[in-house]
C-alpha cells in the first residue's frame, strides 16, 4: 500500500491540528493502521493505532486523550486529530499501515508513508 501523509504545519502551544493519510494500492478496509513519529534527535515511536473497521484504538501514554485516530474507509483516508499541542510534539509525523493495529502497536509495520512536520512553539 502507497501512503501519503499531510497536514502538519507549524502551531501554537494549546492550538490543534489534523493530519491526513491517503492510502492507495490494496483494500484498505482490511488493513490496520496508524501514526508514528519522530522528534529531531530521537527514535521514532509508537502515536496511535487503528484497527481496519475503526472499532479498536491503541494510543501512546503522551498523546491519550489529546490526540484522536479515524479512519474514513469509503475514501481510503486516515486522519490524527490533534488537539492541546505541546512543544513536546514537535516532530515528523508518519502513517503505517499493517496486518492489524496491535501489530502495528508493537512495531509491525507493513508500510510507511512520507512524513509530515508538525511544529509546536511555546
Known amino acids: 500500500v502507497q501512503l501519503q501523509a499531510s497536514g502538519g504545519g507549524p502551531v501554537q502551544a494549546g492550538g490543534s491540528l489534523r493530519l491526513s493519510c491517503t492510502a492507495s494500492?490494496?483494500?484498505?478496509?482490511?488493513?490496520?493502521m496508524g501514526w508514528f513519529r519522530q522528534a529531531p534527535g530521537k527514535e521514532r515511536e509508537f502515536v496511535s493505532a487503528?484497527?481496519?473497521?475503526?472499532?479498536?484504538?491503541y494510543y501512546a501514554d503522551s498523546v491519550k486523550g489529546r490526540f484522536t485516530i479515524s479512519r474514513d474507509n469509503a475514501k481510503n483516508m486516515l486522519y490524527l486529530h490533534m488537539n492541546s499541542l505541546k512543544p513536546e510534539d514537535t516532530a515528523d509525523y508518519f502513517c503505517?499501515?499493517?496486518?492489524?493495529?496491535?501489530?502495528?502497536?508493537?512495531?509491525?509495520?507493513?508500510?510507511w508513508g512520507r512524513g509530515t512536520l508538525v511544529t509546536v512553539s511555546s
Open positions: 494500492g490494496r483494500t484498505f478496509s482490511n488493513i490496520g
Open positions: 487503528i484497527s481496519n473497521g475503526g472499532v479498536i484504538t
Open positions: 503505517a499501515a499493517g496486518r492489524t493495529s496491535g501489530a502495528i502497536r508493537t512495531g509491525s509495520v507493513d508500510s
